[in-house]
Nanobody, 117 residues
Framework: QVQFVESGGGLVQPGESLRLSCVASRIIFNTYDMGWYRQAPGKQRELVAVSTSGGNTNYADSVKGRFTISRDNAKKTVYLEMNSLKPEDTAVYYC???????????WGQGTQVTVSS
């Protein structure tokens, strides 16, 4: 069972930055995508960014140019650098791993990001 330790969430003002980190342990597969999703109150969970096992990255249109996803495979860690934060970025952010061989998803417990003046 994959276990996650997420960190970096918090309360910031509009225009400020945050960096989320997620360590995924007990992954027995070698090929997996890592990503971040978010869910705002009353809304469905949505993809924010993903780093594929092949080295590609994809972003939601709403965060392109502001957020950057990166990963350290040796540390089994994925990061999300969030700049120029907006109130509409307020949500619970979930770390995600998708095992390529099985297609199965694993989810972190979530970390709250609040952008407010």
């Amino acid at each position: 069972q994959v276990q996650f330790v997420e960190s970096g969430g918090g309360l910031v003002q509009p225009g400020e930055s945050l960096r989320l980190s997620c360590v995924a342990s007990r992954i027995i597969f070698n090929t997996y995508d890592m990503g971040w999703y978010r869910q705002a109150p009353g809304k469905q969970r949505e993809l924010v960014a993903v780093s594929t096992s092949g080295g590609n990255t994809n972003y939601a249109d709403s965060v392109k140019g502001r957020f950057t996803i990166s990963r350290d495979n040796a540390k089994k860690t994925v990061y999300l650098e969030m700049n120029s934060l907006k109130p509409e970025d307020t949500a619970v952010y979930y770390c995600n791993v998708r095992v390529v061989a099985t297609g199965r998803y694993y989810w972190g417990q979530g970390t709250q990001v609040t952008v407010s003046s």
